[in-house]
C-alpha cells in the first residue's frame, strides 16, 4: 500500500484527517486493482472463478472433496497432466496432492503384464480412496489394471548379549 506524504505547510489536525480519508480511498482502489490477478490463483480466487479455472483445466470435484484438495487438483492439473503415464510422473502427482509416499511397481513376476501394484499405508488407502480412483482413471495408463497393496511398518527389536565368543548369521522374514 502506498504511503501518501502531504505538504509540511498544511500540517495540523486536519491535514491528518485528510491524509487517513486519502489513504483508505486510495487502499480502496489498490484492492480493486489487484482483485482480477488475485483470481488467477487457484488457492486464493473465489469459489465461482476456481469452478471456470477447473472446467478450463478439465477437473471435475467429486462428492465429498473438501475444497484445499480441490483447489490443489486445479493448482496442479497441467502438469500431472504432463507427469501422466510413467511411474516417476504418479509418484510426483501423488505427493503434490499430498497422499504421500506410494511405491508403483509394473510387470511384476507371475502376474499379467498389465498389472500395476500400488502400494500405500493403510491409512493413505482409508483417507483418499474416491481419489485414488479419480486419479488413476485421469492420469493412469491406459489398459492397465491397478491393484492397491497396503504396508504396514512393523517395529522390530533384537537384542545383542555377549556370549562368549561364538557368532553366526540368522535372517528372519515375514
Not at 14 to 34: D, P
Not at 122 to 139: G, S
Request: glycine content about 6%; hydrophobic content about 45%; aromatic content about 10%.
Amino acid at each position: 500500500m502506498i504511503d501518501l506524504k502531504l505538504p509540511f505547510w498544511l500540517s495540523g489536525p486536519q491535514l491528518s484527517k485528510l491524509q487517513r480519508a486519502a489513504q483508505r480511498f486510495w487502499g480502496t482502489v489498490e484492492e480493486w486493482l489487484y482483485w482480477p490477478v488475485r483470481q488467477l490463483d487457484p488457492l486464493t480466487c473465489t469459489p465461482g472463478v476456481l469452478e471456470l479455472l477447473a472446467w478450463e483445466r478439465s477437473v471435475s470435484r467429486f462428492a465429498g472433496e473438501p475444497m484445499s484438495l480441490y483447489r490443489l487438483r486445479v493448482q496442479h492439473a497441467f502438469i500431472n497432466a504432463k507427469d501422466a503415464g510413467s511411474v516417476a510422473g504418479m509418484k510426483r502427482i501423488f505427493e503434490r496432492l499430498q497422499i504421500g509416499y506410494v511405491e508403483i511397481q509394473e510387470r511384476l513376476p507371475d502376474r499379467d503384464w498389465d498389472v500395476i501394484r500400488i502400494s500405500l499405508s493403510d491409512a493413505q488407502l482409508a483417507d483418499n480412496p474416491d481419489l485414488l480412483m479419480i486419479l488413476l482413471r485421469k492420469y493412469g495408463r491406459t489398459c492397465r489394471r491397478y491393484e492397491f497393496e497396503v504396508l504396514t511398518a512393523l517395529a522390530v527389536q533384537t537384542r545383542t548379549v555377549h556370549c562368549g565368543h561364538d557368532n553366526g548369521f540368522l535372517a528372519a522374514s515375514l
